[in-house]
């Protein structure tokens, strides 16, 4: 079993048996997206109370499969289990993006879009969109960066297709601060 099944199954047994099979079978049958809609709405309606780093990584598996712009309104809807965690999902808007810092050529143009925070710490996980010619920022991100706390630093560089490496390195970076 990969660790993605690992996880998934994990979460998926946040809601009753009969929910959460449902979200297994999910899995099994290569219906992730769908998956993700039936474990946030049982989250949601069950009234389950999770924890910042178990939302964090919904967001995360909504992000790998192309549903976290559908699905963020309700993950951050899901109720607090009422101790903060290590790691906390950042409701992000137009107003707290900051242009690509540092020296790091692959982010030039790209606009930083701050995503989950490092309570230990302070590291920032953000996913680096290009601005269309709209102005909107792009769909998908091009590449997710681990910053320093001021957001001044790029720590870590990973490809578009790593939201789950990225979140895995800030969790690393969070049990190994005292």
């Known amino acids: 079993m990969t660790d993605d099944a690992v996880i998934w199954n994990r979460l998926a047994a946040l809601l009753p048996e009969t929910?959460?099979?449902?979200?297994?079978?999910?899995?099994?049958?290569?219906?992730?997206?769908?998956?993700?809609?039936?474990?946030?709405?049982?989250?949601?309606?069950?009234?389950?109370?999770i924890s910042e780093?178990?939302?964090?990584?919904?967001?995360?598996?909504?992000?790998?499969?192309?549903?976290?712009?559908?699905?963020?309104?309700?993950?951050?809807?899901?109720r607090d289990e009422g101790r903060p965690g290590p790691l906390k999902l950042i409701e992000s808007d137009e107003n707290t993006v900051h242009e690509a810092i540092g020296e790091a050529e692959d982010l030039a143009g790209l606009v930083l879009v701050p995503w989950i925070a490092c309570r230990k710490c302070?590291?920032?996980?953000?996913?680096?969109?290009?601005?269309?010619?709209?102005?909107?920022?792009?769909?998908?991100?091009?590449?997710?960066?681990?910053?320093?706390p001021n957001r001044a630093t790029v720590l870590l560089l990973f490809p578009g297709d790593s939201a789950d490496a990225a979140f895995a390195s800030l969790q690393r970076a969070c049990s190994d601060t005292p």
């Open 122 to 148: 302070g590291q920032v996980l953000m996913r680096a969109h290009s601005r269309e010619s709209w102005g909107n920022l792009s769909y998908l991100a091009r590449h997710y960066v681990i910053t320093t």
């Open 19 to 49: 929910e959460a099979q449902e979200v297994k079978d999910c899995w099994s049958i290569g219906e992730q997206e769908a998956g993700l809609g039936l474990l946030v709405s049982g989250i949601l309606g069950n009234q389950v109370p």
């Open 53 to 78: 780093t178990d939302r964090a990584q919904i967001s995360v598996l909504a992000e790998t499969w192309g549903e976290r712009e559908a699905l963020t309104p309700q993950i951050l809807q899901c």
